[in-house]
Nanobody
């Protein structure tokens, strides 16, 4: 059974930092693309970042470039999203996702097969 279990999140002041984790189990994800998305109330799910487990492919949405960093552990079972210089507009529920998809579909949530449970990130001004 494939599982993506998320950890982290919470409440932080603007300018602060948070780290989200996504632990993957149930299969080998080496050929999968891992993505992070977020969804604020009343909005569609928005692409944040994506990477391949090999580390060769990394993508970031423009609003988070230079502030967010995606990475993984050496065992290739846990993905991380390090978020720095957080802004109130970063407030959302954040989801990790995995999919064996084309790299040119990295920002399309409908292409991802597996999803974490979501975690709330709230940035106060």
């Amino acid at each position: 059974q494939v599982q993506l279990v998320q950890f982290g999140g919470g409440l932080v002041q603007a300018g602060g930092s948070l780290r989200l984790s996504c632990a993957a189990s149930g299969r080998t994800f080496s050929r999968y693309l891992m993505g992070w998305f977020r969804q604020a109330p009343g909005t569609e799910r928005e692409f944040v970042a994506a990477f391949s487990w090999s580390g060769v492919i990394r993508y970031y949405a423009d609003p988070v470039k230079g502030r967010f960093t995606i990475s993984r552990d050496n065992a290739k079972t846990t993905a991380f999203l390090e978020m720095n210089s957080l802004k109130p507009e970063d407030t959302a529920v954040y989801y990790c996702a995995a999919g064996r998809i084309r790299s040119d579909s990295y920002n399309d949530p409908s292409k991802y097969n597996y999803w974490g449970q979501g975690t709330q990130v709230t940035v106060s001004s």
